[in-house]
């Protein structure tokens, strides 16, 4: 009997993952999807290059957030090397954008620059004093 439970559990479990993976993988989708539209709309891109931009973006992003999570970088470090990153970035952007598009895009991305924090797109992390629930009370006089 305690086999029977025991394979269940494992069962119950391996369908968990396995959904989530699914579901993380509509999400990834929908999200390129909304990133390519995005790029049509503002920048009046072909569904084509709209596909070689978002192609670029999803090969840099991994690089961006391994120099952005190495403690071994202090800030200057990071900043240089993200630099030297988004130049080559820029670079294989150019073999896509005509230089009237480029402009456009990294105007695009400067916007949408102030819309991302430190929590990621949207919104900062959970810092601060949230309506008087970190700490303890003022004291009163």
């Not at 999200?31 to 072909?46: A, G, H």
């Not at 290059?49 to 403690?71: C, L, N, S």
């Not at 105007?107 to 700490?135: I, K, S, T, V």
């Amino acid at each position: 009997m305690k086999k029977i439970i025991a394979g269940l559990v494992l069962a119950i479990a391996l369908m968990t993952t396995v959904q989530s993976q699914a579901q993380d993988g509509d999400r990834a989708a929908r999200f390129k999807q909304m990133q390519k539209q995005r790029l049509k709309d503002s920048l009046q891109l072909s569904d084509d290059k709209a596909d070689k931009v978002v192609a670029i973006q999803e090969e840099f992003m991994p690089k961006q957030r391994e120099i952005f999570m190495d403690q071994s970088l202090d800030k200057d470090a990071k900043q240089a090397k993200l630099k030297e990153l988004n130049e080559e970035q820029k670079k294989k952007l150019k073999t896509v954008l005509t230089d009237d598009e480029l402009a456009k895009f990294e105007a695009y991305q400067e916007r949408n620059r102030g819309r991302r924090g430190p929590g990621g797109p949207g919104g900062g992390g959970r810092g601060g004093n949230r309506g008087g629930q970190d700490g303890p009370p003022p004291a009163q006089q």
